[in-house]
Structure formats: C-alpha cells, structure tokens
C-alpha cells in the first residue's frame, strides 16, 4: 500500500520557487535592442552555462539579474521575488569579469575579500570579528587560506581569480554568478578553477551561472545550458543543444566536439 509521503515531497519541491527566473524580458541601449523577450529558469543546485558569441548579451543578462540595468520589458525575479522589490543580496554573489591589478596595489587579500561584507556591515562601520571569521573562511574555501596577508597585486592571475570568488562566497550566497572568469588565466588554473565550482556546487550547495567561450566546459559539466544571440536559441541541456544543432545556428557554422585535456 502506498503511503502519501511521496506526494507530499512532490508538492513542497512544487512549492520552492526557481533561484533566478527571467519572463519575457527585453532590455536596449537606446535603439539598439541587447535582449529580445528572454525567457528561462535556473533551479537551485543548477550549473547553467551561458554562451553566446561575442555582444550576444551575456553580460547584459547578469547585469539585469543583478538589478543593475532595469529591463524595458518583462519579470526578473530572484528567489520568487521581483528584481524591484528583492532586497536579500547577501544571498547573491557576483564575480564580473576579471581586471588585473597592479603589481603596487597597496590592499591585502584580506581587505578585498572582506570588502565583500560592506553591504551588511553599512557604510563608515567597522568589520567585526564575525566578519573577519567569514572572510577567512571563504579565502579557506577557495584553497588561498595562506595568502590572506598579502598584497593581491602579487598574485597569479589565477590567485587573484579564487580571491575575487572568496570575496563573492563571503556572505555565504546560495547563487552565484559569474562572467567569463577564466579570461587571462593559464590552461593549469584554470582546470583547478573548474574543480573548485564544481565542488561549491557540489559540496556547498551554491547555484551558478556562468558565462563561457569555454564550450568544452559547458557541454561537459554543466547541467543547463543557455545560447544566448539577443535571443535565447536554445535552453536545456547539453546534449539536448548538441543533438538540436543550437551551436551552430548560434555560431552560424558547423559546430564540432573535441576531445581535449582542458
């Protein structure tokens, strides 16, 4: 005999609301139209992949997920709630596209990472030991636990990468994204930076969104995939947008998978 229990998880999954859902969204600089009726989900626990070639929109997307652009039309809601009316962004992190610093960059790894904590702690406050804590524990995170004492400026590109995305996980965020964040960083790094998203998602439960040019890793590793052109050509998975021939309408070439070490 069957028991309701079942039933009953089936109807609170049904009650939790996508982490980052976009409806009929558009948005344009002027008379250029970037983002042309945009509609998708991203569930918690996915690693959605977003490519696109380049000023297809990608980052413009971000930017409207994270309330930075208003769009011109359509909903963006964020845990269920409008862009508009969400206030909760400790529980968003973002990591944009990488800028190198300065070999004299006078701030410490510490400094920037818990810089991250300024929008809870209020402008002109000091950090408390709390703060401190958590900073030290996104640097322990990300694997650069060590280098908390020193200049950021110092580091390897791909250091400065896993400081960025400690100062991203400071407040402890359930989504996460983050724009082209292996531009600039060697082939070695960059296997290890895939390593440690997949096991934030993995191990700390974070969602994330990513914007690519590397298709090896998208069609390997993520869960979802999005080709965006202005448009969505295609969301689902990857196999599903290699079977479809998305790649190559969005390309507008044939598209083809190699097998390579990275």
Sequence with gaps: MRTSEPSSLVLRAAEIPPVAELEHVCFSYGAERVLDEVSLQVNRGDILGLIGPNGSGKTTLLR??????????????LFGTEIGAFRQWERVGYVPQKAAFNSRFPAAVSEVVISGRSGRVGVGRRFSAAD????????????????????IGELSSGQQQRVLIARALVTRPELLLLDEPTVGVDPDAQEQFYELLLRLNREEGVTLILVSHDIGFVMREVSRLACLNHTLVFHGSPEEAAASGALAQMYRSEAWMVAHRH
Excluded: D, N
């Design 132 to 151: 401190r804590e958590a900073a030290r524990r996104a640097l322990e995170l990300v694997g650069v636990g060590s280098l908390e004492h020193r200049r």
């Design 64 to 77: 409207v997920l994270l309330g930075l652009l208003p769009p011109t039309c359509g909903h963006v809601r």
